[in-house]
């Protein structure tokens, strides 16, 4: 029986390949774009262009209600609390492999595709569907891919990832795609500029207002422009003139201070975290030897993580690591294998 597969078409170059190389495997192809925040309408328009040049459907679908209930909205909430989320990932988990998954079965196919660089294994002894990283160390996204279910992995197709970026152009080249040569996105699709400040107050409506930094010692040292503002580790456009460079160390959002200190002030020897993902097992069983990863733009280190009462796992690092930020994700591995994924709630000292 022929397999059917939609492919999430965002109307860049990687999705493009991953659609015709999912007919190249004997998939019956529907395209896919996902209409979340607006545009121009140059990426739908360049991506029914490659469904239309490989003859297959294309369908758009507006969902950029949803897009902002499961993301931006939970976006702002994080931010005013204090933490710095990771939307790309809340998105990944809600949209990008959560409503799509929703808009395949609704259209008869059995599996989602895109062009993500991860790969994904079917144990043969669990049965359980394990994520690994890509062959591609520079383009791997299995940090941002470690949030997804055991069900979602199931269905889930990533054709790239054996590829290096530049087998993926060759591809589109040699088809005349439209979008061959076209660059990357890099923001985060509705903060462009990456002013999150300037967003959260036109999206709110609401003012942030100033308040004090203080030094690790708790004294005042200079006015910020809304502690929502600013992020862990931060150093840049503080507006501080100390006479020795500083960093955002702490903020306390109920008294709307930032406490500000030197880098020496920012590394921890360990993280808490919550909602875990578990992919060799359906819950940690002991204490185990793992790298980890809490930025993508990182190379994993050596660490333990050992399990806690309600869902917690704490992981301790070899050496510290610095600006270990709440709010974003940890991804923990053995070699290649995804061991598993959380969201930090706790950096500790």
Not at 168 to 196: H, L, M, W
Not at 240 to 268: I, Q, R
Not at 278 to 289: E, N, S, V
Request: with cysteine; net charge neutral; proline share 5%.
């Amino acid at each position: 029986m022929e397999k059917s597969v939609l492919i999430g078409m965002s109307g860049g170059v990687d999705s493009s390949v991953a659609a015709y190389l999912m007919g190249e495997q004997g998939f019956r192809c529907v395209g896919a774009t996902m209409l979340l925040y607006g545009s121009d309408g140059r990426d739908a328009r360049d991506a029914a262009a490659v469904a239309a040049r490989l003859g297959i459907p294309h369908h758009m679908f507006s969902l950029q209600a949803e897009f902002e209930k499961q993301v931006i909205s939970q976006f702002v909430s994080a931010y005013e609390r204090g933490l710095t989320p990771n939307p790309c990932i809340q998105c990944n988990r809600c949209m990008k492999f959560g409503r799509l998954l929703e808009l395949a079965r609704d259209l008869g196919c059995e599996y989602v595709a895109s062009g993500h660089y991860a790969r994904i294994r079917q144990d043969g002894g669990s049965g359980r569907f394990l994520l690994y990283k890509a062959a591609d160390p520079g383009k791997d996204q299995s940090y941002f891919l470690a949030c997804l279910s055991q069900e979602q992995l199931r269905h889930i197709q990533f054709p790239l990832g054996e590829l290096t970026k530049a087998e993926v152009r060759q591809i589109a080249e040699e088809n005349q795609f439209v979008t061959a040569r076209k660059k990357d996105s890099q923001d985060i699709c509705f903060v462009p500029d990456g002013d999150y400040g300037a967003f959260l107050e036109r999206y709110t409506g609401v003012v942030y207002p100033a308040g004090d930094y203080l030094d690790l010692q708790g004294n005042v040292v200079g006015k910020h422009q809304g502690a929502v503002r600013y992020t862990l580790g931060q150093r840049k456009g503080l507006g501080l003139a100390l006479g020795h460079p500083v960093y955002v160390c702490g903020k306390d959002m109920e008294k709307n201070t930032v406490t500000v200190g030197g880098n020496e002030a920012l590394f921890s020897r360990s993280l808490r975290a919550e909602n875990w993902n578990w992919y060799p097992f359906p819950a940690l069983p002991a204490p185990m030897r793992v790298t980890a990863k809490i930025r993508h733009s990182q190379s994993d280190f050596p660490a333990v993580v050992t399990p806690e009462e309600g869902g917690f796992a704490r992981v301790d690092f070899d050496t510290p690591q610095r600006a270990v930020t709440p709010g974003q994700a940890v991804a923990l591995y053995q070699g290649d294998l995804v061991i598993g994924g959380g969201t930090i709630t706790e950096a500790i000292p």
